[in-house]
């Protein structure tokens, strides 16, 4: 059984729902990476959905539609999980050569945004945090954030920290409202077009302070947006 986290926030029910990425979701993600960042090389979901301990990915996906057939996909198999560590690995390679049209045949779900977390000891590093454009300035950022936060408190992170471009001044404004402040500055950081990073950072997560903020912002989220199910727990991938 996968463990969930189940994140109740109060409210009207969203249209969406928070989850953590699933392989079937790889060629959407890609998608919404082309669209947020075309600068960035492909990432390698699959990958480190397959095999990275540290990298963590979570998506925003429209609640309707549920097909079961994605659970299935999903979640691993008894068999798989107690099967012998070769046979685990098989079953990991063959997954990773499958195309990602045969994984998505298993998805109906629309996935309308993304954020990627790195735990490192105990700084949890935002990656990435992309909405397809059309569904940009609906709380869906900021849901994937609040979600990126309480999972990195899951997995005992300290602080999160990451690295925004210097002219990107909506994703600076979403940062800051969550309580993250500047640090400092990586110059020349982007090789695309030489722009700075602006290295920002959260307080402790567990500290009161920031605890009350975050609590603030989640009930005024789901008051203006509705209801939300996060449900964030460990990556159903085959054990390794
Ligand atoms: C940054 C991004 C993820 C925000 O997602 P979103 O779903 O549109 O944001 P939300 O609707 O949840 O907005 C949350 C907060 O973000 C800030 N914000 C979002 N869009 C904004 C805009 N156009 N202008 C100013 N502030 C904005 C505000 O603080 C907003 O809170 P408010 O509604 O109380 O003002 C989205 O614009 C995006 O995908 N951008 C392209 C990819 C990107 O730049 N990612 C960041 C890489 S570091």
Not at 38 to 67: D, G, H, Q, T
Not at 190 to 200: F, H, K, L, R, S
Not at 202 to 227: C, E, M, N, P
Request: glycine share 6%; proline share 4%.
């Amino acid at each position: 059984m996968i463990k969930l986290l189940i994140i109740p926030i109060l409210g009207d029910a969203l249209r969406y729902a928070i989850r953590l990425m699933r392989l079937e979701d790889i060629a959407q993600a890609n998608e919404i990476d082309r669209e947020c960042f075309p600068e960035w090389p492909p990432a390698s979901y699959k990958r480190e959905i397959l095999f990275s301990k540290l990298s963590l990915y979570l998506v925003a996906c429209e609640r309707e539609n549920k097909n079961p057939l994605a659970d299935q996909a999903a979640e691993p198999k008894e068999n798989q999980r107690t099967a012998s560590r070769l046979g685990q690995f098989w079953h990991k390679l063959r997954l990773f050569f499958s195309s990602e049209e045969s994984l998505s045949s298993a998805t109906n779900q629309r996935i309308v945004g993304l954020s990627g977390l790195w735990i490192m000891s105990d700084d949890a590093h935002l990656t990435t945090i992309g909405i397809r454009e059309p569904y940009r300035r609906q709380g869906i950022g900021e849901l994937l954030l609040i979600a990126a936060l309480e999972l990195a408190l899951t997995r005992n992170a300290r602080v999160v920290t990451l690295e925004v471009r210097s002219s990107n001044l909506v994703a600076q404004r979403l940062y800051e409202k969550y309580g993250f402040s500047r640090m400092g500055l990586r110059r020349g950081y982007y090789t695309d077009n030489g722009e700075d990073a602006v290295i920002m950072s959260t307080d402790t997560l567990t500290s009161a302070s920031f605890q009350s903020h975050l609590q603030r912002l989640k009930q005024a989220h789901a008051q203006r947006w509705g209801k939300a199910d996060c449900q964030i727990g460990q990556y159903p991938r085959p054990q390794g």
